[in-house]
């Protein structure tokens, strides 16, 4: 028995990751697909410019696209995916919940709202039963849940490591960004081919707030966010996936390299579908995790790291994630796996 599920967005680039990892899923069918008013009405292999290097799905290229909005929607759609622009879904995914439907979306607009669960299921899957707290302060039958934002999920889960056992007092990270977080009209070649841009509008700020909200604690009727200092900066280089993270993380007790590896090492997956069985990996080479050779771990799931060192106040390590895999698509889907095994839909 299969749960249905729509994608809103579909025909972006996330929405593409999204058809290429539930085409095969076990636990769910792609039965609705929407996008702008321009693409509604077209079969989706018209309306979608596809770039994934698998072909578009048989059933999914035959499938009308329609318009993002609840009214052409069927009803029997249990689960949605939402990778729309943040301005369409904040303007949209409101109306969703209030029909009914439940969400779960990785689009930037209200991650860090109080009552909008903001989830990563190895790390906060408590966090989920924020949406009862949403229901009854919303009057929503459905729900939105979030994932955060791509760099931002690429360091979480080592730091909800070393806070688990050394405790965590500062964050400074630095990041190099591939172009695919970007989307494809993002940046030009003339801009990042034998370049590095210093900057990406909104990302720092997010990486900091989304952050100490992962990492925050939930009482049953809001989270305490976690009073960590982060201070982020953020750099777009020209690889094509993968965002590599240069962290450095003070700790309340002593940390040693050893310690930090075996803390990492340890630090639990979760039995959802999606979910690697070792959530993250320890390289003891000096020049892993890559872009280029460690971005596909555990199907662009898993968080490599790497380049532990002992600093004055605790640990400097390096971590990498496939963004639009861990960091996007397969995200929001883990959540989904999530809000089905906890009974959400
Ligand atoms: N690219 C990436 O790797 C990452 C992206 N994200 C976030 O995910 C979201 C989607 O990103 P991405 O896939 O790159 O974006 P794209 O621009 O590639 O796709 C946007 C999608 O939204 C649809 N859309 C655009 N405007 C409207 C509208 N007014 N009403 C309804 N649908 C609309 C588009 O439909 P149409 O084809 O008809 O225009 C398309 O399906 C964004 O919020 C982005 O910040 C997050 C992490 C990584
Ligand atoms: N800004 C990210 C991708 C992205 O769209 O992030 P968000 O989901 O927070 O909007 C990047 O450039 O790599």
Redesign the pocket.
């Known amino acids: 028995m299969t749960t249905n599920v729509g994608i ?10 999204l058809i290429q990892l539930l085409d095969p899923h076990p636990e769910f069918e792609i039965t609705a697909l ?7 009405g077209e079969d989706y292999r018209d ?2 410019k596809w770039r994934i290097d698998t072909p578009i799905p048989d059933y999914v290229a035959e499938m009308e ?1 329609r ?2 909005d609840p009214t052409y929607v069927p009803n029997d759609v249990d689960l949605l995916f939402s ?4 301005s ?2 904040e303007a ?1 995914e409101p109306k969703f919940a209030e029909e009914g439907y439940v969400l779960s979306s ?4 209200f991650r860090t709202d109080e009552d909008v669960p903001l989830t990563i299921p190895e790390v906060n899957a408590d966090h989920l039963d924020l949406i009862e707290v949403q229901r009854d302060e919303r009057g929503w039958d459905g729900a939105i849940v979030k994932n955060p ?2 760099s931002t999920i690429t360091m979480v889960p080592p730091l909800a490591a070393l806070e688990e056992a050394f405790g965590l007092e500062r964050v400074d990270v630095s990041t190099l960004q591939a172009v ?7 940046v030009t070649s003339m801009e990042i081919i034998d370049n590095a841009i210093p900057h990406i509008g909104g990302e720092e700020e997010k990486m900091e707030t989304e952050s100490q909200k992962l990492l925050g604690s939930f009482d049953g009727a809001a989270i305490e966010w976690h009073d960590v200092d982060v201070s982020a900066s953020c750099n777009r280089i020209p690889t094509l996936d993968g965002h590599l993270e240069n962290v450095w993380a003070d700790t309340s007790d002593d940390v040693t390299p050893a310690g930090a590896a075996e803390a990492l090492r340890e630090y639990p997956s979760i039995d959802l579908y999606s979910s690697p069985d070792q959530l993250i990996r320890v390289f003891e080479e000096p020049d892993r995790p890559q872009p280029r050779l460690d971005r596909n771990y555990d199907n662009g799931m898993g968080i490599a790291t790497g380049g532990l060192k002992e600093t004055t106040h605790g640990i400097n390590f390096n971590c990498l994630a496939h ?2 895999l861990r ?2 698509a397969g995200a929001s889907i883990l959540n989904g796996e999530l809000l089905l095994e906890s009974g959400y839909i």
């Open positions: 809103l967005g579909a025909t972006g680039a996330v929405g593409q990751r929407t996008a702008s008013e321009s693409s509604a309306a979608a696209v318009a993002t990778s729309l622009p943040s369409v879904g949209v990785n689009s930037s607009n934002n791509c695919s977080g970007a989307g494809y009209d993002g963004n639009t960091g996007a």
